[in-house]
C-alpha cells in the first residue's frame, strides 16, 4: 500500500502563490508517475502536472508559465509551485501516483486540498 499526504492548500488573492506537497510513504514500491490533478465543482478531474518515470514533467496548457512541479525522489515527495493563480485555478488538488507495488502496478490518490483563488 502507498499512502498520499497532501499539505499547501488555501485561500490566497488572484496573483498569488501556493505550494502544495504530497509526500509519499509505504513499503515495497516503487513509484512510476507522480504528479497533481484537480477537479472544480462540477467538473471532472484534469491533470494539472506530473513526473513521468524517466521523463520531463507534462503540464496542462493552462498553467504552463505559472506552475512548476518538482521532487524529490529521496523521501519520495512532490511539489506544485503555483504562481500568478487566477481565479479559475480553484478546485481540489489531488495528488497521485502509479506505483509498481508487490501486488503489481496501482495507482494512488491522496485526500486532496482544497486551493480557493479570490478575486
Known amino acids: 500500500q502507498v499512502r498520499l499526504v497532501e499539505s499547501g492548500g488555501g485561500l490566497v488573492q488572484a496573483g498569488g502563490s501556493l505550494r502544495l506537497s504530497c509526500a509519499a510513504s509505504g513499503s515495497g514500491f516503487s513509484i512510476n508517475v507522480m504528479g497533481w490533478y484537480r477537479q472544480a465543482p462540477g467538473k471532472q478531474r484534469d491533470l494539472v502536472a506530473a513526473f513521468m518515470r524517466g521523463g520531463s514533467p507534462n503540464y496542462a496548457d493552462s498553467v504552463k508559465g505559472r506552475f512548476t512541479i518538482s521532487r524529490d525522489n529521496a523521501k519520495p515527495t512532490v511539489y506544485l509551485q503555483m504562481n500568478s493563480l487566477k481565479p479559475e485555478d480553484t478546485a481540489l488538488y489531488y495528488c497521485?501516483?502509479?506505483?509498481?507495488?508487490?501486488?503489481?502496478?496501482?495507482?494512488?490518490w491522496g485526500q486532496g486540498t482544497q486551493v480557493t483563488v479570490a478575486s
Open positions: 497521485n501516483t502509479i506505483a509498481d507495488t508487490a501486488y503489481g502496478r496501482r495507482e494512488y
